[in-house]
């Protein structure tokens, strides 16, 4: 399978494509300039390539709501030209595949839990009181903790992962 991925930064973007092994087939870099002519070279780069899904991790600020009407967007960024700028409407009217929009930071995170240093330390517990706990760590820094009910055991949550969207 081939994912392209793009790291949208304040100063330059790293385009590539990649595996679901997380080896990386090519890639490129390029300034961020207007985004007129950055996604000129994001589209050169993609275009032809028959990439099945895209993942962008963003500056921002961004909005990564997928209810909001602005999902997709770069909003009130201080970057030139790019202030409310929809990326990911630009992209979806180029490639009709599953795509997944979050911050650059949420983005290097997730590479890291996934591929990285922090592969394999998610883990669930319970705590004194016997209430199920989700605990998520990456990179080995940050983590997120929160419990899913009073009355839920492990066999009653039931989820899926689909086009970027998990349902719980």
């Not at 589209?43 to 009407?69: H, N, Q, R, Y």
């Not at 669930?124 to 706990?133: A, P, Q, T, V």
């Not at 820094?141 to 009653?156: F, K, L, N, P, W």
Request: hydrophobic share 35%; glycine share 12%; charged share 30%.
């Amino acid at each position: 399978m081939k994912l392209g991925a793009i790291e949208a930064g304040g100063t330059k973007f790293v385009v590539c494509i990649g595996n679901e092994k997380g080896e990386v087939l090519e890639r490129e870099s390029f300034p961020t300039e207007a985004p007129e002519k950055t996604m000129e070279n994001v589209f050169k780069f993609f275009d032809g390539k028959e990439i099945e899904a895209l993942g962008v991790g963003s500056f921002g600020p961004i909005d990564p709501d997928l209810t909001s009407p602005t999902y997709g967007y770069i909003t009130t960024t201080p970057k030139p030209g790019w202030n409310n700028y929809n990326i990911m409407g630009a992209l979806k009217e180029r490639y009709d595949i599953p795509m997944a929009f979050d911050t650059d930071v949420n983005g290097a995170a997730l590479g890291e839990a996934t591929f990285g240093a922090a592969k394999g330390l998610d883990k669930d517990e319970k705590d004194k009181e016997g209430k199920y706990i989700r605990r998520e760590r990456y990179a080995g820094a940050c983590q997120r903790s929160y419990y899913v009910g009073e009355d839920i055991t492990e066999e009653d949550i039931k989820a899926e992962f689909k086009h970027g969207v998990l349902k719980v």
